[in-house]
């Protein structure tokens, strides 16, 4: 039986789920495939929930080598999609930056407390200012001067760093 091609939009919708990245955090390489989860053989599914984006070899250890298991393959597509649902970009990007540096904080600029609302709120991430010498000045309603920072670190908190250490190895954190 010739095997149906995916349709163009589900294409999509798996690579953008994986920003266009192999879906495997600790590789996230650009050149992808879209693998079946369940083996088309077996499912005769093309639905977006049975697939998932992977680089040429991360496919083929998960499909010819059995060196990446289904477990772990249904693990990172539920990851995904905790992470799009629950996080925006700037999240996700601290995320992927933590795991593919192994640092666990970095300095932002004015805004960071918002661009991690989400990651503060769910105690992954703490944002503090930084006293730099290079506070904004502003003058509030009522006439009185204040300094703003304009830098801030962010950092993860003890649950943050499990968190990511969990999605670096592809552990379930839902």
């Given at each position: 039986m010739n095997r149906p091609a995916?349709?163009?939009d589900v294409v999509r919708a798996v690579l953008i789920e994986a920003g266009h990245r192999c879906a495997i955090p600790t590789c996230r390489a650009t050149t992808l495939e879209?693998?079946?989860i369940e083996p088309w053989a077996k499912s005769k599914d093309n639905s977006f929930a049975n697939l998932i984006a992977?680089?040429?070899t991360c496919h083929s250890r998960y499909d010819q080598k059995k060196e990446i298991d289904l477990r772990s393959i249904q693990t990172y597509k539920r990851n995904l999609a905790l992470l799009n649902y629950r996080y925006g970009e700037f999240e996700r990007r601290f995320f992927d930056h933590c795991v593919r540096?192994?640092?666990r904080s970095v300095i932002v600029g004015a805004g960071a407390e918002l661009l991690l609302s989400r990651a503060v709120l769910d105690g992954l991430v703490r944002v503090l200012p930084l006293q730099s010498g290079r506070e904004s000045l502003l003058?509030?309603?009522i006439g009185e001067n204040v300094f703003l920072p304009i830098y801030f670190m962010?950092?993860?908190t003890e649950n943050g760093k499990t968190f990511v250490d969990r999605y670096s190895r592809g552990n379930e954190f839902a």
């Open positions: 995916i349709p163009a879209i693998a079946h992977l680089c040429l540096t192994g640092k003058t509030s309603p962010c950092e993860l």
